[in-house]
């Protein structure tokens, strides 16, 4: 049997995973100058608890692994795997890498990469996002959105509403990522958690409130 066909289909496709985009070098950014709220202000009755049914890991896996053998749209897409047809028996479709975190109501899905890195994909419109979409908290009028991304570490981003679509600003934070119960206290300044560990081991919370600056366009 040529496998050639066979390998060459395969070659093209890890190559095209390989030159997709992640997070982009040249990112919008902002950055914050957190003030130290007074006792009793943070208030934690405004923080978003998420409602949507989240898979992770092996589960994850295996529920989309699922949804690619039923979705022809998915998988003709080539953007998760690739069909290999052989002469001897039934095309096999094969994936290199697995989901870790799936979420059919917000219908997105991150796909591991290597070295801790991640790929987060809208699956109605198969594009990259930079954001978990299941992180999203809103301001009061929409026109920002906050979101995070744990890729090789945690990320933060505000996202602008611009010309109708989600625009990602990073959010540049320091060395100390450490935010955390985000919640908005107006349409451009939020409120947020960050650890702090006393001497005997022990760890309490501070809150914190900032607006957000731009930093690169």
């Known amino acids: 049997?040529?496998?050639?066909?066979?390998?060459?289909?395969?070659?093209?496709?890890?190559?095209?995973?390989?030159?997709?985009?992640?997070?982009?070098?040249?990112?919008?950014?902002?950055?914050i100058r957190p003030?130290?709220?007074?006792?009793?202000?943070y208030d934690y009755g405004k923080v978003k608890k998420n409602p949507y049914q989240i898979y992770y890991d092996e589960e994850a896996d295996e529920k989309f692994g699922k949804l690619?053998?039923?979705?022809?749209?998915?998988?003709?897409?080539?953007?998760?795997?690739?069909?290999?047809e052989q002469e001897d028996g039934p095309p096999v479709y094969f994936r290199e890498e697995s989901a870790c975190e799936y979420c059919p109501?917000?219908?997105?899905?991150?796909?591991?990469?290597?070295?801790?890195?991640?790929?987060?994909?809208?699956?109605k419109t198969l594009e990259e996002i930079s954001v978990n979409p299941s992180s999203y908290v809103y301001s009061p009028s929409g026109k920002y959105r906050f979101g995070t991304l744990k890729n090789d570490g945690i990320h933060y981003y505000i996202e602008v509403k611009e010309n109708g679509k989600y625009v990602p600003y990073f959010?540049?934070?320091?060395?100390?990522?450490?935010?955390?119960?985000?919640?908005?206290?107006d349409d451009e300044t939020i409120h947020?958690?960050?650890?702090?560990?006393?001497?005997?081991?022990?760890?309490?919370?501070?809150?914190?409130s900032t607006g957000f600056y731009v930093v690169r366009e």
Not at 171 to 185: A, D, I, Q
Not at 198 to 205: A, K, L, M, V
């Open 192 to 208: 947020f958690l960050k650890a702090k560990e006393r001497g005997d081991g022990s760890t309490y919370w501070i809150g914190y």
């Open 35 to 41: 003030k130290v709220l007074a006792v009793g202000v």
């Open 68 to 84: 690619l053998l039923k979705d022809e749209k998915l998988r003709s897409s080539n953007t998760f795997g690739v069909y290999i």
């Open 1 to 31: 049997m040529n496998r050639l066909p066979i390998f060459a289909n395969l070659l093209a496709w890890i190559l095209m995973v390989c030159a997709a985009s992640q997070l982009h070098a040249q990112e919008k950014q902002y950055c």
């Open 171 to 185: 959010l540049f934070y320091g060395s100390e990522r450490n935010m955390s119960g985000v919640y908005w206290h």
């Open 105 to 123: 109501e917000l219908n997105y899905v991150i796909i591991t990469g290597g070295h801790g890195y991640v790929s987060v994909y809208d699956l």
